[in-house]
């Protein structure tokens, strides 16, 4: 895990009949070399999300994660 001075993204979460919704925004690029820079790529970028679930003693590098998913960037 990587500490960053500033945190670029902002997000929203809602959950209901057992499903989380999520909306995460973000700039194209950023000043932080630290970031992936979308304006770099044309098409199709692998994503992934990792979740934390304190109740089950999740924590630090302990969490679950999911599958690759691709993001489209227009």
Known sequence: LTTQDSQDV???G???NNVWRITVKRTIATKDKG???FS???G????AFAVWEGSQGERDGLKG???WHYLKVK
């Open 10 to 12: 902002k997000g929203y």
């Open 44 to 47: 199709f970028v692998p994503i």
């Open 65 to 67: 994660r999911s599958t």
């Open 35 to 37: 970031d992936t820079q």
């Open 14 to 16: 809602v959950h209901g």
């Open 40 to 42: 770099k790529f044309d």
